[in-house]
């Protein structure tokens, strides 16, 4: 990822922009995919940036506007494991953290690199002084996170992470095109509808588990429309290959009773929006976790990625249209989605609003920013409190030394006088 990074930064056009001195900006929103390096934009136009996180919260994000949350409770995006957990589950979160933390630390000398290469000249040309990387990353004015507690956990947050999930969906549902409209009309027993993603390509999957799964598909009274990136041979009379899907509009019809997914927050998100479940195919990163939570919350299903994966999926197909409870579930939580005061595009556009405004918005910082990490956990006081006991053996034998010696200078004394 470092090395995307470090191409994207480097890239002929994005130095154009940077070294533009006629470009000005009253915020930047940069997007946090496993790098802090996207917070050198601010310091080239001189004006607050807000962070921008396609995931559920989670530590790496929160450390730069917060303290590092507790793995005790607080997951990392790339686990399955939902708290509470047990002991060797909070050993294997803690360790996670750790061989994290670990890997940033390791980089950080190519990433200050990266970070006065790509953006020094650009500063620089502004007759400024480039500021250190370390203090550049956590002057970040807001997190806007694309997660609810609906798809989520109510995590303790700080003021200026805002969960703005599904600011993206239109009000109005675009339309499908005829071709798909008129397939979702007429499918009498509804509509499965099944995406691996943009990252997940269908089409390289294995020949055996591509053929397994039409098979399958063909077997239900169900129609199936499969984003597919390209042509397929003999499908059935119920299948039907796309080859792009308006994920949206198929959602928000009628006729769809279910969603086969990779995971993604984005798809997670839009099922619940739409009240389809779903069933699962995680692949990498947070879609382990993301199906984790909807499993738990009693809307979706979880099927490995393996050539086992038909018969697996089949099963799973028959318990969610075949039991109300998954459609009940997901209507429910649909309802604490939609149950917002404003909705998360207004909440967007007044939180950038505030932070321009503002200049900042320093009132909304967290001041454990600046709170060294042994003061956070009372490393300081706990070291004194077991000194203590230490000292004051110290002290005893020295006073029982002193008190012997006078004692025993007494004691000469008196013989001599004897």
Known sequence: MQYVTESLLMHPNVQKLLLDTDQTFDAVIVEWMYS???????????????????????PMILRLIDSLPNPAYFPDHTSSLEPPYTFLERVEQLWNIAKTLYNRWRLKEKEESIYENAFGPAVKKRNRVLPPYNEVKYNGSLILGNSHVSTGVAFSLPQNYKAISGYYIPKKIPQLPDKIKNIMDKAENGVIYFSMGTMVKSKTLPEELKRNLVDMFGNLKQTVIWKFEEDLDGLPNNVHIVSWAPQQSILAHPNCVLFITHGGLLSTTEALHYGVPIIGIP????????????????????????????GNLKLAIDEILNSPKYRENIKQLSLVYHDRPVSPGAELVHWVEHVVKTKGALHLRSPALHVPFYQKLYLDLFAVILMMPLVLCILLRYMKNKLFGVIKKKGKKTKKNQ
């Open 36 to 58: 802090d390096l996207y917070s050198g934009f601010s310091t080239v136009f001189n004006c607050p940036f807000i962070w921008s996180s396609s995931l559920e919260p989670h």
């Open 283 to 310: 692949v990498f990163a947070d879609q382990f976790l993301n199906i984790k939570r909807a499993t738990t919350k009693g809307f979706a299903l979880e099927v490995d990625i393996n050539y086992e994966t038909p």
